[in-house]
Each structure stands twice: as structure tokens, then as C-alpha cells.
RNA sequence: GGCCCGUUCGUCUAUCGGUUAGGACACCAGAUUUUCAUUCUGGUAAGAGGGGUUCGACUCCCCUACGGGCUACCA
């Protein structure tokens, strides 16, 4: 097998989509496995739909993803520049050498007089309307016009292009990874533009020749670009590069969770998930779009999240480590439909990860919300709570949000708790109760349990009774990890003193 | 319209001619728990339709339907 060399080519004409992130992925974990070169290439070729800070931002969404780049846009290699628009005078050579192998020609038609032969065509009845081996002969190009005549506005600097001379009936085969054999005529192929009249390659061509340059194995992208893959087929062929062609795969699309059609951004806001990797603002539009990073998903659950969208190792095994992804990815195993987007499903990974990991980095992401809310927290304490918080969330965030109970006294209570649970019996354990907590010197999840069974039956009221009353007085709400140890945390002297302000402060139902 | 690709529980998928069609997410029920969550146990739920081939088809072939992609001097 040859050496493995895939590249990652997203087009800096805005955020990087989820898919572009999955295609990337599996680039980079074919090359992690078998110990090849993942490059970044950038396909800037279209000068009308650049956005500035897109290349900045896919190469921060692929940095904080953990797929690195081993050569390429931002970091360099053999095959400098990386970048289509600083590599022009390289694809004008090999556009000039199919031209003077009458493999391709130049056309002068204008946008309007293509737009005619459209028309002509579809009035005629005709099934396609393309410039290709049926229609080239009527049209103005170095085929139909003298020699002299093209010369002449190629020197006068007529606006012009250069375009793919495709032979008339020929089947076009080709292998492809996933899909197996692929056929098609090349009467179905149009004489595609290879060179634009600003003196830009199209996608193509710049795609073929750095394939080609950069020594390319693997040509794994998106199923987008199946149909015009035997065009590239074709190119390789006239290039002499046959031999040195990569292998295609061609990447089910991701299509939205709900209804049918592929995954917009639309779709995303609309059921309320991001579809960026990190967060992004069109600097055109200036609209905002939240990233999976801000929204808190891990990147370790993302990715595992991704890779299992359209492809699986063939065990039972849904958990991963980014290692091990690259350990037994193979591309045989990717699936061939399209993989609806599953929010759901991203979430449970998410809480996976989540909860395997240690107390210590769950209190890091707890101490960073305290620290937007101006509260100070010993580690060990942030510790403490992760630790009976972290089968109960999904997000980072959560430490916090469902925990705000641990750093701030509640000051409004359920009110369905009130008119269910707080009583008389209610008010006699809980004084009795606080007035024992008093007498305690070793005060702790333990103690506090025993301190409250011992009320229980000086009270001679069960505590089972009381026991969300006693959690509302504590953290407001009706839910909440276990009771004792969250005592234990909040302290015996805020204990005793929640207890009291919901004694002084909630008035008995007169029944 | 033309061409290409696809179609197994609601979703992601396993199966590579012979299975009670398996797992996971979600959902429902029960158990555990001081509540909620977790956890555990169980459950609902699938081969688009029609023809072939075959002793036997989810699996191979054809047709139809449906879905997706492409059809730009965009990628």
C-alpha cells in the first residue's frame, strides 16, 4: 500500500459546517491509522465568495477538535503554498498543456450568449443543456473560430476561459471505496471550465493538479462530488496521472433529524443545536451562531458522536477515545445513506464523557461559571459538589445551573412543596431538628443523618415526611442530589440557618 | 426535466442467502433511592412496494415509489 496522504480542503466562504468537521475527521483517522500525513489545503479559488476569518476560523474549530494538521495552511511542508489563489501559475501550466494537446480549448462566449444556447436548447426539447461534444460546434471557442481570430482576442485581452474538450461516447469507470464501481458516459459530463476568465482555476482542475502534486492517496469528501468524479477521472487521464490517482470515497451527506432534505443551519436553529463547531458571527450579516464548544460539548463527545454518523467498528461498542477511533477506523465500514442528525443521541455522549471524567477537571468548569458570578470557592469544595452533581448533568454548565443552591440561600420556595409538605409536623421536626444540628461538634453527611433519624422518633414523626421539606428549605426546589451530603457541603451553620429563615419565613396551611 | 447515489425499529446502525432480525439513543413500565437524576430489569418498535433468481431472500437481479446529490466562469 502506498503511503497514506489525505487532505482536509474546506473553502473559506464562512463557518466550517458539522459535516466539513465529520469529513474531516475521517481524513484524519485514516491517516492516524495508518501512520500517514493529514494536510489542510485551503480552496480559495473563488474570489466572490471569500469570507475573511473563515480560514482562521476552520483552523481554530479543527485545532480545538484535536484533529491536527500534519502539513498544510498554517503549518506548512513540502508542497508550499497550501492556499489555491498563491498556486495560479501552476494550474495555468497544466490548463496550457491540455490545450496544446487538444485536450482542451478556449471559449469566448459570454455569460449571455450561454445563457441563449441554455434557452435554445430547452425549447427544443432538448433533455440536458450543456456545453459539451453536441453543442461546442456552435458555439464561439477555439474549435469553431480561425486561429487567427482567437489569437487575436487572446491578445487583446479578450475575457475567455479555458474548458475541457470530453470525448463524445465513453463510458468513465471508477472505483470508489464506498460506493464500489461507479459508471458513467461521458456524454453526461459537460466541457467543464477549467480556467475562469479572471485567470482562477475552477474546482476541478486546482482539486486534480494538488491532488496530483501533492501526492494524494486518498481523496475522502463529501458525496456532493460524486457526480463530477469521472470528470476527474478524465483529467487525471489527459494528465498522463492515471496511475497515480487516488482512491475516491464519497461521504454520505448529513440530513436533518426531522423531515427530509440535508442539514441546514436553518434546521439546527430551528431545533435549538448548534451546527457550527465553535462560535461564529458573519462579518457580513453580522448574524451570530453558537458553536458546540460554547454550547459545552466536549470535543472527545463530538467527535466520537460524529464518527459514529454513517460509519461503526461492526462491535457493540459506542464509546471511544480519540485514539482508538484511529485505531480501528476503516473506511470499508462507512455506510452508504445519508445519517440524519441526532441532537439527542450527541447529548447522552456528551454525558458520557462528562461523567468519566475525574472530580478534580469537573470542578474546573464549575469554578469558571462561580467565577462569572463573583463567587470565590475552595477546589476542594467545587470538588466535593462535581462529585454528587456529575450523574446529573449533561453540559458543564450544569454544575452551576443546577447547582446554584450550594453558594446562594434560596429565597422563594416550590410553591407545590409549601401546600403539599409544609405542616405542623413540618415545623416541629424541622425546629427540633436544627436545635439538635446545634449540639453536633462533628458535623457531616453521617451525622446529619443520624441527627435526623434520632428526631425522627423523638418527634415520633417519620422522616421520610419531611424530607422535601426539609430539601426545599435547603435548596428551594423539589429535586436535588442527595440531601445529607448536601448538608454536609453548605456547613451546619447555614444548615441551621436556611432551616430558620424557611420556619420564620413559610406560614403553615390553616387546614 | 436529465444523470448519479441511496432506502432495516422514530433516530444511528448490526446482518455480508438459512437469525426468535441484534445493539445504542429516544420513548414507556417496573425495581432501587429521602426527591429528581443515575443505575438495574423489562417493554413498544424495522427490512418502501411489486416482480424475479433460489430448496430458501433484509441480503442477488429488474421495475416502481420515495429520499438525497449534481446539472454555474460555487465549492
Not at 461 to 477: D, E, F, N, V, W
Request: charged share 25%; hydrophobic share 35%.
Amino acid at each position: 500500500m502506498r503511503e497514506v496522504r489525505v487532505r482536509f480542503a474546506p473553502s473559506p466562504t464562512g463557518a466550517l459546517h458539522i459535516g466539513g468537521m465529520r469529513t474531516a475527521l475521517y481524513n484524519y483517522l485514516l491517516a492516524r491509522k495508518h501512520g500517514g500525513t493529514m494536510i489542510l489545503r485551503i480552496e480559495d479559488t473563488d474570489q466572490n465568495r471569500y469570507v475573511p476569518g473563515a480560514e482562521e476560523y476552520i483552523l481554530e474549530s479543527l485545532a480545538w477538535a484535536g484533529i491536527t494538521i500534519d502539513e498544510g495552511v498554517g503549518k506548512g511542508g513540502p508542497y508550499s503554498p497550501y492556499r489555491q489563489s498563491e498556486r495560479k501559475d501552476i494550474y495555468k501550466q497544466y490548463a496550457q498543456r491540455l490545450l496544446t494537446e487538444g485536450k482542451a480549448y478556449y471559449a469566448f462566449d459570454t455569460e449571455q450568449e450561454l445563457e441563449e444556447m441554455r434557452q435554445r436548447l430547452k425549447e427544443a426539447g432538448s433533455s440536458d443543456q450543456q456545453y459539451s461534444s453536441t453543442t461546442r460546434s456552435s458555439m464561439k471557442n477555439s474549435l469553431t473560430l480561425p486561429e487567427s481570430e482567437v489569437n487575436q482576442k487572446i491578445t487583446q485581452g479578450e475575457p475567455h476561459v479555458i474548458r475541457l474538450k470530453v470525448p463524445a461516447n465513453e463510458e468513465i469507470k471508477l472505483t470508489d471505496l464506498i460506493r464500489g464501481e461507479v459508471s458513467v458516459n461521458s456524454s453526461q459530463v459537460d466541457d467543464k471550465v477549467l480556467m475562469k476568465s479572471d485567470g482562477m482555476p475552477t474546482y476541478h482542475l486546482a482539486n486534480v493538479v494538488d491532488d496530483y502534486l501533492m501526492k494524494i492517496s486518498h481523496v475522502i469528501r463529501g458525496e456532493e462530488w460524486l457526480p463530477s468524479a469521472p470528470l476527474h477521472v478524465l483529467l487525471y487521464r489527459f494528465l498522463g496521472w492515471e496511475k497515480e490517482m487516488p482512491q475516491f470515497a464519497h461521504l454520505p451527506l448529513l440530513l436533518k433529524a426531522d423531515g427530509n432534505g440535508k442539514l441546514s443551519k436553518r434546521d439546527a436553529d430551528k431545533a435549538g443545536f448548534p451546527i457550527f463547531p465553535i462560535n461564529w458571527t458573519d462579518p457580513k450579516t453580522k448574524e451570530f451562531s453558537a458553536g458546540f464548544r460554547e454550547n459545552g460539548y466536549l470535543h472527545e463527545a463530538l467527535l466520537n458522536f460524529l464518527a459514529f454518523l454513517g460509519w461503526n467498528p461492526g462491535t457493540e461498542q459506542e464509546i471511544f477515545s480519540f485514539a482508538e477511533l484511529a485505531e480501528i477506523f476503516t473506511l470499508e465500514r462507512i455506510g452508504k445513506s445519508g445519517a440524519k442528525f441526532d441532537i439527542q443521541k450527541a447529548q447522552w455522549y456528551n454525558q458520557q464523557y462528562l461523567r468519566a471524567k475525574p472530580d478534580e477537571e469537573l470542578a474546573k468548569y464549575l469554578l469558571t461559571s462561580l467565577a462569572k458570578e463573583s463567587i470565590s470557592c475552595p477546589p476542594e469544595k467545587a470538588a466535593k459538589i462535581c462529585a454528587i452533581m456529575k450523574e446529573r448533568v449533561t453540559f458543564p454548565k450544569d454544575f452551576w445551573e443546577q447547582g446554584k443552591f450550594f453558594f446562594h440561600s434560596p429565597t422563594e420556595y416550590d410553591p407545590q412543596i409549601v401546600s403539599k409538605k409544609w405542616n405542623e409536623d413540618t415545623v416541629r421536626f424541622l425546629s427540633a431538628f436544627s436545635q439538635e444540628l446545634k449540639l453536633i461538634s462533628l458535623f457531616n453527611s453521617e451525622s446529619a443523618k443520624l441527627t435526623l433519624e434520632k428526631v425522627a422518633t423523638i418527634v415520633t414523626i417519620p422522616s421520610g415526611k419531611i424530607m422535601q421539606a426539609l430539601r426545599m428549605t435547603l435548596t428551594g426546589g423539589a429535586s436535588g442530589p442527595d440531601l445529607m451530603t448536601t448538608m454536609e457541603i453548605i456547613g451546619k451553620d447555614e444548615t441551621i440557618r436556611r432551616i430558620s429563615f424557611a420556619l420564620e419565613n413559610i406560614k403553615v396551611k390553616v387546614s
